[in-house]
């Protein structure tokens, strides 16, 4: 059979990088296709390559599909702050969901056997009941979770009419970095917490405002699920496995969310010192709460998160952003040219 051969569109960025690190770790033969617009050619990898190219190329995608065989496709390429979608909605709509479906198609024409969907819990909204189940009601709340809807449906599509077997993974907050050092989180601008957090307490930035003190929760702030981002590298590569058989769906969480306070604090015990920060007004519409059950991943895969302890989560994330005070540099992923 040889070497297992992936595709991880968006394998420059945060989660799609140590994907590509736990694909390269089982020896796989791994090639990455990326813009670069979000991501860094630095977090992939040696040992796997890189194509700088647009999904929106079809001429590019073509290319890259058409070399040689593939045992599955890990799509990540994707705009994904909520917020930004709100206020530029056909942009999502168009460059998530469109260019999505378009690679669906791609791969379909290609005979891919596998396609794994980095989604995203945003797609229950304000859900009825908590922790989320993965057959919670389809309520996109932005422009951002109906483009992963989107790509959802048009996997359905191809799994029934095509049999394209794929696996859509819902989660909330990917967190911490690579327990080796060797990747992290670098986004411009930053906008997830935990780094948030850690550069305020590291005199990198003003200090953090907290949206809201006055929530129904224990401590007044939002309570949100925190997967660190190995073990979510590790939920998408054990999904393979129902892929042999039948599509499916999944929600991915720790079962346990921690509140804005509680993250500030385990911080503030890391560095030695207290996160500064200072209370703001709610943002339009933050739930309360938002946690995902995994029970369904576990029961088909085995998988359980091995980061259970925030504390240990939050190392990892300290470690990545101390060291590397500017973000990825060092020695770039070899690149392919693509003929076009």
Request: negative net charge.
């Amino acid at each position: 059979m040889g070497r297992k051969r992936y595709l991880v569109t968006g394998g420059a960025g945060f989660v799609g990088s140590h994907v590509v690190a736990a694909l390269l770790d089982q020896d796989a033969d791994v090639v990455v296709l990326d813009n670069l617009s979000l991501g860094h050619s630095e977090a992939v990898l040696p040992g796997a390559r890189l194509v700088v190219g647009e999904l929106a190329d079809r001429r590019t995608v073509d290319a890259v599909l058409g070399d040689g065989r593939w045992d599955a496709v890990f799509h990540f390429a994707s705009l994904s702050l909520v917020g930004e979608s709100m206020k530029d909605p056909f942009r999502y709509l168009l460059e998530n969901g469109m260019f999505g479906i378009q690679l669906v198609e791609a791969c379909v024409r290609h005979r891919v056997p596998r396609f794994v969907l980095s989604s995203t819990a945003n797609l229950f909204g304000t859900p009825d009941c908590i922790p989320i189940d993965a057959t919670a009601r389809i309520d996109p709340s932005s422009p951002y979770g109906e483009s992963k809807a989107m790509i959802e449906r048009a996997l359905h599509w191809a799994g029934q009419l095509h049999g394209l077997n794929s696996a859509c993974l819902r989660y909330f907050n990917a967190a911490g970095a690579d327990a080796q050092g060797r990747l992290g989180e670098d986004h411009d601008p930053e906008t997830h917490l935990i780094p948030l957090a850690i550069d305020a307490v590291l005199g990198r930035r003003p200090p953090l405002a907290i949206f809201g003190d006055d929530y129904e929760t224990p401590d007044g702030t939002c309570i949100r699920d925190y997967v660190h981002v190995e073990d979510l590298a590790d939920a998408h590569i054990r999904v393979l496995q129902p892929l042999d058989h039948r599509s499916v769906r999944y929600n991915v969480g720790t079962g346990r969310g921690y509140s804005v306070k509680e993250i500030l604090a385990s911080v503030s015990r890391i560095a030695g010192r207290p996160v500064p920060s200072s209370v703001a007004p709610r943002r339009a519409g933050d739930p309360a709460i938002l946690i995902a059950s995994s029970q369904s991943l576990h029961a088909d895969t085995g998988w359980l998160p091995s980061y259970t302890d925030l504390d240990r989560l939050v190392q990892t994330a300290y470690a990545w952003r101390e060291r590397h005070p500017y973000g990825y540099g060092g020695i770039a992923a070899p690149k392919v040219a693509i003929a076009s």
